[in-house]
């Protein structure tokens, strides 16, 4: 890590918290500072370590600002759902090309990507489910694709060999699977504040990935 990614790291951090307490506090207008700001200095972040892999960095800060894109679609006012989900979608796309692209060529360990295929087959199911149930199926192709899409994430991450990046895409895609739970199954007192601490955790998670 040079000195410069440290420093912007501890600022990230810093504007996490910040962003986490104006969740807590339902106080938007902080939010709409605070949670591109975490992004932002991220991808500094990621484009002033040292890489392991400079490819990959590339694809990794791609996947930043893709999802710098969505955060920005998902807190506006008016309704940016499919929007916000297609730049997320590709954003898991430039992720796992990432993680693939210096993959050490073996498959992840089979009982692992069996997990990973239940996991996201359950979690369709209840999406699915509820989106029927609440006169929303107009978002099953959509949420069906991007379940579709960070799954094979999460199987590039696992297959990668790389913990850390392994923590970040499963933290990643638990905070999905919540804001999906929330959105179309039952909504979660908790959820706003769950969602948004393991979103930032995975991001972080993977960015420092690129120097394990």
């Not at 504007?15 to 709409?32: M, Q, T």
């Not at 600002?65 to 006012?77: A, E």
Request: charged residues 10%; aromatic residues 10%.
């Amino acid at each position: 890590m040079t000195p410069l990614a440290i420093a912007l790291l501890l600022a990230s951090c810093g504007a996490a918290l910040v962003d986490w307490w104006a969740v807590l506090r339902s106080n938007k207008s902080v939010e709409y500072v605070a949670k591109p700001g975490v992004l932002i200095l991220l991808i500094g972040v990621a484009l002033t370590l040292d890489p392991t892999y400079s490819s990959m960095r590339s694809w990794f800060v791609a996947a930043l600002v893709l999802s710098l894109i969505g955060d920005i679609f998902l807190m506006l006012p008016s309704d940016r759902f499919v929007p916000g989900l297609s730049a997320f979608l590709l954003a898991h796309v430039a992720y796992s090309v990432g993680f693939l692209i210096h993959s050490p060529g073996s498959p992840a360990p089979i009982i692992t990507t069996l997990l990973v295929v239940i996991f996201s087959a359950n979690s369709w199911r209840r999406l699915a489910a509820g989106m029927k149930s609440g006169g929303q199926s107009a978002y099953l192709p959509p949420v069906t694709a991007y379940v579709f899409v960070i799954g094979v994430m999460g199987a590039a991450a696992l297959a990668s060999g790389n913990l850390v990046a392994v923590a970040g895409a499963l933290l990643f895609v638990l905070s999905d699977s919540i804001i999906g739970e929330t959105r179309f199954v039952s909504e979660r007192s908790w959820g706003p504040i769950a969602v948004i601490t393991t979103y930032h955790l995975g991001q972080a998670l993977l960015v420092l990935s690129l120097i394990n």
